[in-house]
């Protein structure tokens, strides 16, 4: 983040007051984002919510249905279920709807627990769970955080690993500003034909919370993920594998698991009072799905149907070939770019670095579609 500020910081049009030279808060971000749209003006509608689409074939435009949430409509909304509406017929509609607001959850039985369950987009400090045995499942920079963070709180902390795979970490020099530059190089090779740099992007980065927590053992061993919840806490049909860092997988000797009581067929339970579901999200493409779905009245009978955004978020490897226009954002029938939700629809475009290359292209193409249409 700290090197896109320093990168970004500064444009052609607007000069930002200063470069931060430190891990930047959120409201460095959101400070510079404000300033960056008072400076030119841009016309946003805040609280307004996307909640449907509709492509019109004899003009091409797209109907965007717009419901107004602000907190003056609220009392109105939650007596009769909807808000105040509108409709907005664009020549083109660039979606950057993001993934925030739909967080994912792995397909388990996970209802029977009774204890507390959150998604990492949930978590905010670790007070809550002081004194608790809490899970955390996810093997990404947002789970080894969290375990880093709840580490000095919590009873115990549990780190659940969607494999038994053991998860890697970069080494302490490595931060965002390396990979900035890393990133910005592998595009530059991959725009030039180039042979790609060996360097892939799937390693936990070492913040200094989870440097310290590192150094301190807490990553020292972690789980495959269950096949189930029960009431308590966690179950596995299988031999529970216990990950320990820099050793070879082996069966687990975790005594709490192995005192923990077998039922059903010996089946290997783990008791605890939370979990914390630090899987990801999904691309926030509701109000598009009945639009890229049907392929607005294009998809004929006997030929295969375009998968919905909901399946396609599922397997992000699918989208490209049956949404998206070859080397570019645009779907494949109508003006609607696809920004920011991973690689299927840009390289990078899942990170703040990344996502720049789609929008360089998209507003390039979104430019010419508009001369085009002015004749």
């Not at 409201?27 to 008072?38: G, P």
């Not at 609220?74 to 660039?94: I, K, Q, T, Y």
């Not at 698991?257 to 605890?272: N, S």
């Not at 779905?293 to 004929?300: D, E, F, K, R």
Request: net charge neutral; aromatic share 8%; glycine share 6%.
């Amino acid at each position: 983040m700290t090197a896109f500020l320093q990168q970004r910081g500064r444009t052609k049009d607007m000069t930002h007051d200063r470069l931060l030279d430190y891990y930047p808060h959120r409201d460095d971000i959101s400070s510079y984002l404000e300033s960056y749209a008072a400076y030119h003006a841009f016309n946003i509608a805040v609280n307004t919510a996307a909640c449907a689409a509709s492509l019109d074939p004899s003009s091409s435009r797209i109907a965007v249905t717009l419901n107004d949430t602000s907190a003056k409509n609220n009392s109105s909304a939650l007596a009769n279920g909807d808000h105040p509406s509108r409709d907005v017929h664009a020549r083109c509609v660039v979606s950057c709807t993001g993934t925030f607001t739909r967080p994912f959850i792995p397909r388990i039985e996970r209802h029977a627990f009774k204890g507390m369950q959150i998604h990492s987009s949930q978590y905010v400090v670790p007070a809550p769970f002081q004194d608790l045995t809490v899970a955390v499942v996810g093997d990404g920079n947002s789970a080894a955080q969290i375990v880093a963070d709840l580490s000095g709180v919590a009873k115990a902390v549990k780190w659940i690993t969607p494999t038994a795979a053991v998860p890697q970490f970069y080494p302490p020099e490595v931060d965002g500003s390396l990979l900035f530059t890393q990133a910005v190089e592998l595009k530059r090779a991959q725009k030039a034909g180039e042979e790609l740099p060996a360097f892939r992007f799937d390693k936990i980065v070492q913040v200094e919370p989870v440097r310290r927590a590192l150094a301190g053992g807490v990553f020292s061993r972690n789980y495959a993920c269950p096949s189930r919840l029960y009431a308590s806490g966690l179950e596995w049909d299988e031999a529970v594998v216990v990950v320990r860092e820099g050793t070879e997988q082996a069966p687990a000797h975790d005594l709490s698991i192995h005192r923990a009581a077998r039922e059903d067929g010996g089946r290997r339970r783990m008791a605890v009072d939370a979990i914390v579901w630090a899987t990801g999200f999904r691309p926030a493409l509701s109000f598009l799905e009945p639009m890229l779905s049907h392929t607005n009245g294009t998809h004929t009978k006997g030929t295969a149907a375009p998968p919905s955004p909901s399946s396609l978020s599922l397997s992000p490897s699918a989208p490209p070939s049956l949404l998206l226009r070859d080397r570019s954002n645009r779907w494949k029938h109508g003006p609607l770019w696809l920004i920011g939700y991973g690689d299927w629809c840009g390289y990078g475009s899942g990170s703040i670095v990344g996502v720049q290359w789609s929008v360089e292209q998209c507003a390039a193409e979104v430019r010419r579609e508009l001369e085009a249409s002015q004749g």
